[in-house]
C-alpha cells in the first residue's frame, strides 16, 4: 500500500519562504512522477509543479522562478521550495505521485500567506 506523508506547512507573510517535504512508502515503482499541486477555497486543484524519476521537471506558469521541485530517489521524497511568497499562494498543498497508471495522493498540508 503506497502512502505520502507531507510535512512542511504553515503560516507565512508576504515575501517568505517554505518548504514542503513529501515522503512515500510502500511498493513504488522506480519510474514514476512525484508532485505537488495545491487547491485554494472555491477553486479546482491546479498543478504546481511536477517531477519524474529522470529528472524533467514542469512548472506551472505561476510559480516559475519563485518555486523549485527536488526529489531524494533513494528516499522516495519530493520537496518544494517555496520563496516570495504571495497571499495568493494560500491554498492547500498535496503531494502527488504517479507510476504504472495509478495515482496516489497525499492528505494536503496547509499553507497560508499573510499581508
Known amino acids: 500500500q503506497v502512502q505520502l506523508a507531507e510535512s512542511g506547512g504553515g503560516l507565512v507573510q508576504a515575501g517568505g519562504s517554505l518548504r514542503l517535504s513529501c515522503a512515500s512508502s510502500?511498493?513504488?515503482?522506480?519510474?514514476?512522477?512525484m508532485g505537488w499541486y495545491r487547491q485554494a477555497p472555491g477553486k479546482q486543484r491546479e498543478l504546481v509543479a511536477r517531477?519524474?524519476?529522470?529528472?524533467?521537471?514542469t512548472y506551472a506558469d505561476s510559480m516559475k522562478g519563485r518555486f523549485t521541485i527536488s526529489r531524494d530517489n533513494t528516499k522516495n521524497t519530493v520537496y518544494l521550495q517555496m520563496n516570495s511568497l504571495e497571499p495568493e499562494d494560500t491554498a492547500v498543498y498535496y503531494c502527488?505521485?504517479?507510476?504504472?497508471?495509478?495515482?496516489?495522493w497525499g492528505q494536503g498540508t496547509q499553507v497560508t500567506v499573510s499581508l
Open positions: 502527488n505521485l504517479q507510476f504504472l497508471g495509478k495515482t496516489y
Open positions: 510502500g511498493t513504488i515503482f522506480s519510474i514514476n512522477v
Open positions: 517531477l519524474t524519476s529522470g529528472g524533467i521537471t
